[in-house]
T-cell receptor, first 113, second 114 residues
Framework: AQSVTQLGSHVSVSEGALVLLRCNYSSSVPPYLFWYVQYPNQGLQLLLKYTTGATLVKGINGFEAEFKKSETSFHLTKPSAHMSDAAEYFCAVRTAAGNKLTFGGGTRVLVKP | DTAVSQTPKYLVTQMGNDKSIKCEQNLGHDTMYWYKQDSKKFLKIMFSYNNKELIINETVPNRFSPKSPDKAHLNLHINSLELGDSAVYFC?????????????FGEGSRLTVL
């Protein structure tokens, strides 16, 4: 079985400050890892993904995440927050052979001017 | 062009009624999903179909019945609606053969049961 834990249901950052969203996963086999973003009243959009290869992955809108197998983590960062980054962020995991994408509980990001 | 489209976007109905939500994807994917997002934003998979065949059926009341007439469509019918069914239902699709498993989501259908 696989699971995802996102530490912190709400994160508040100032515009221009670092955004750090934490994600830890549990999987018995090598995982595929994803970060999705959900803007208000919209569906989920893929920010970035890790499957194999380079452990630091870059996504859209200046976000990046690093897969750390030893820590079973896939934290999401952005060096400088923008007002438009205010949204709900979801970490998700699936296995290479699996059909199911399992989501964490989500982290709401608030950006203060 | 909308890749994954759901209708209706909003649905308000009384307890005990039956309602359906439709989903269509034009991405050429072979796998489609229904996810439920509750009021706390928690996302949980309900069903998945691959080429019209049910492959994931989570612990969902049998009042919920998915139907996939072809691989581009996956509908969700709900009988005898209850207050606890109020949620946002998301349809998604993916290509099972791809090695990334990325899901593409619709914009959601917000169901409110009164």
């Amino acid at each position: 079985a696989q699971s995802v834990t996102q530490l912190g249901s709400h994160v508040s950052v100032s515009e221009g400050a670092l955004v750090l969203l934490r994600c830890n996963y549990s999987s018995s086999v090598p995982p595929y890892l994803f970060w999705y973003v959900q803007y208000p009243n919209q569906g989920l959009q893929l920010l970035l993904k890790y499957t194999t290869g380079a452990t630091l992955v870059k996504g859209i809108n200046g976000f990046e995440a690093e897969f750390k197998k030893s820590e079973t983590s896939f934290h999401l960062t952005k060096p400088s927050a923008h007002m438009s980054d205010a949204a709900e962020y979801f970490c998700a995991v699936r296995t290479a052979a699996g059909n199911k994408l399992t989501f964490g509980g989500g982290t709401r990001v608030l950006v203060k001017p | 062009d909308t890749a994954v489209s759901q209708t209706p976007k909003y649905l308000v109905t009384q307890m005990g009624n039956d309602k359906s939500i439709k989903c269509e994807q034009n991405l050429g994917h072979d796998t489609m999903y229904w996810y439920k997002q509750d009021s706390k934003k928690f996302l949980k998979i309900m069903f998945s179909y691959n080429n019209k065949e049910l492959i994931i059926n989570e612990t969902v009341p049998n009042r919920f019945s998915p139907k996939s007439p072809d691989k581009a469509h996956l509908n969700l019918h709900i009988n005898s609606l209850e207050l606890g069914d109020s949620a946002v239902y998301f349809c998604a699709s993916s290509h099972q053969g791809a090695n990334t498993g990325e899901l593409f989501f619709g914009e959601g259908s917000r169901l409110t049961v009164l």
